[in-house]
């Protein structure tokens, strides 16, 4: 198995550490400090257990945090008004509405509510916008992760084959969109792709954003390639419950030059990520030079 483990929970950490010392600068140097809002609404307990972190790692980098739990029969009007009172509350750098949202709710329009400025998952269509046309946005924070992964192994990306494997508006097409920007070569496969296995073999990148269990297996990975799984799948083994991604890591490990464990992998970056975007948006908002290396 000669693949080189990426691992994203010592960069995350690393990605923190810078946070929190810029967060550290921008108080003392500034008297700022950046706040992240985020809004739950309902009582869906994988979305508890993922707002708890983010309130933990927002504290723990200095910044402030803002907690809006809503009950789970909140009205429209009512969590757009909430929306609205954080986009005008200078306190607040980013805001973050946690997702899935009850039925009854139309997220497209509570994200689109959110002040591009303060969206620090980088769904707003503005954003989705900017991104797409090569413009300075705020970038969904799984790809964004994923990107700094990359960029930390490689060096440049320029030139190199990349394939993602999934084509979500969260973690496929953003990715796609960010590897387009460093100029890779891309490929976006989905489900109707022909001939996964071959599109994958040409892939010096390979991310797999696809949601099934170890569906990426080493015959499909190219030698000496960097392999990336987005991919967090709860599944049951010998009786266990066991957490993987979708790339079957024993078989594609003993083929590729890098790869990303689940868990310790790309998971990890994404709560960095976010608190790297709220860093972002607040140093924008103030007109201050945005944090290096932190950013698409
Ligand atoms: P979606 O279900 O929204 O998208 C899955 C994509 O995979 C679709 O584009 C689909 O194609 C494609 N797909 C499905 N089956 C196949 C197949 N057999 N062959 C090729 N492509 C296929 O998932 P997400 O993008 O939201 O998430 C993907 C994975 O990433 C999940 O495991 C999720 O849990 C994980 N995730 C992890 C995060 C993290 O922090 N690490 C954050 C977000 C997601 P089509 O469009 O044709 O249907």
Do not use: W
Request: charged letters at 20%; proline letters at 5%.
């Amino acid at each position: 198995m000669g693949a080189k483990v990426i691992d994203g929970k010592a960069f995350a950490a690393d990605v923190r550490a810078r946070v929190a010392a810029h967060v550290a600068r921008l108080k003392e140097e500034q008297g700022i400090t950046p706040g992240l809002a985020v809004v739950l609404v309902g009582e869906d307990p994988a979305s508890q257990v993922y707002v708890r972190n983010k309130h933990a790692s927002t504290i723990e980098v200095g910044m402030a945090s803002f907690e809006h739990r809503l009950s789970a029969e909140t009205g429209e009007a009512e969590l757009l008004a909430l929306i609205d009172r954080l986009n005008g509350d200078p306190a607040v750098h980013g805001i973050l509405v946690q997702l899935p949202l009850p039925g009854h709710l139309n997220s497209e329009l509570v994200i689109n509510r959110i002040d591009p400025a303060k969206d620090v998952d980088g769904f707003h269509i503005s954003n989705v916008g900017l991104l797409g046309t090569g413009q300075k946005s705020m970038v969904p924070c799984t790809p964004l992760g994923c990107l700094m992964m990359l960029r930390d192994h490689h060096g440049k990306l320029a030139g190199l084959n990349a394939v993602v494997v999934g084509r979500s508006n969260i973690v496929g097409k953003p990715m796609a969109q960010l590897l387009l920007g460093d100029s890779c070569t891309v490929t976006i496969a989905h489900s109707r792709t022909k001939d996964l296995a071959e599109v994958c073999r040409r892939a010096d990148i390979l991310v797999a954003a696809v949601g099934r269990p170890e569906m990426i297996t080493g015959d499909m990975v190219k030698s000496g390639a960097t392999v990336i799984d987005v991919g967090i799948n709860r599944i049951e083994r010998d009786g266990k419950a066991k957490l993987v991604g979708d790339v079957h890591y024993d078989s594609a490990a003993s083929v590729a030059g890098a790869i990303t464990p689940v868990p310790g992998g790309v998971g990890p970056m994404t709560i960095a990520c976010l608190l790297a975007n709220t860093l972002t948006a607040c140093c924008r908002a103030n007109g201050l030079p945005e944090p290096e290396g932190l950013t698409a």
